[in-house]
């Protein structure tokens, strides 16, 4: 059974930085293309950055810069690092496992990050 | 970078009906690159349909996609008390990928 397993969220000031991670098992992890979606009520779902199995990744311009999506294939983990976090950055995140194409055929559970003073 | 808009927002209906639901995108998406999830609450999004047609492991058949282009839809053949959820059409054709903003499905 495919799981992703997230955390490592929390509650963060303006400005901070914060990782997370997503532990995957049931699958051949280093086969896979991964990525983070979060969703927040007043934007719905966000694409937020994705990795392939070959390594290279992939952000939106609205998140370049910002974050950077890693993955270590000896512990089948995947990691987001996000810095000069602000309020608009509060969601819940998701960690997400492409099918054949890249479209999300598995998610995590989700991991709330909260960006707050 | 393609917008997808759903309809209608809320749609109210009863046990055993046909459930209709839009995706229209504000440009071609590419190959019929197009997924539809589900969504319940507290719950993360489910994989229902990709490549606009094509379900997911899984998924009941009384699920099912349609469309090409601009214009795709989710249809719902008979609808049980599971099925009244959120729904959102999601397009990975032409990066960056995006979503619709959901349908909600609603017991009338």
Redesign the interface.
């Known amino acids: 059974e495919v799981q992703l397993l997230e955390s490592g969220g929390g509650l963060v000031q303006p400005g901070g930085s914060l990782r997370f991670s997503c532990e995957a098992s049931g699958f051949t992890f280093n086969t896979y293309a991964l990525g983070w979606?979060r969703q927040t009520p007043a934007k719905?779902?966000?694409?937020v950055s994705a990795i392939g199995a070959d390594g290279n990744t992939?952000y939106?311009?609205s998140m370049r810069g910002r974050v950077t999506i890693s993955r270590d294939n000896s512990k089948n983990i995947l990691y987001l690092q996000m810095n000069s976090l602000r309020a608009e950055d509060t969601a819940v995140y998701?960690c997400t496992r492409e099918?054949p194409?890249?479209?999300?055929?598995?998610?995590?559970?989700?991991i709330l990050v909260t960006v707050s003073s | 970078e393609i917008v997808l808009t759903q309809s209608p927002g809320t749609l109210s209906l009863s046990p055993g009906e046909r459930a209709t639901l839009s995706c229209r995108a504000s440009q071609s998406v590419r190959?019929s690159?197009l997924?539809w999830?589900q969504q319940k609450p507290g719950?993360?999004?489910?994989?229902l349909i990709?490549?606009a047609s094509s379900r997911?492991t899984g998924i009941p058949d009384r699920f099912s996609g349609s469309g090409s282009g601009t214009d795709f839809t989710l249809t719902i053949s008979r609808l049980e008390p599971e099925d009244f959820a959120l729904y959102?059409c999601?397009q990975?054709g032409s990066?960056?990928?995006?979503?619709?903003?959901?349908t909600k499905l609603e017991i009338k």
Do not use: I, M
């Not at chain 2, 990066?95 to 959901?102: D, K, M, S, V």
């Open positions: 979606v719905g779902l966000e694409w992939h939106p311009d998701y099918g194409s890249p479209f999300f055929d598995y998610w995590g559970q989700g | 190959n690159f997924a999830y719950q993360a999004p489910r994989l990709y490549g997911a959102y999601h990975y990066p960056p990928h995006a979503f619709g903003q959901g």
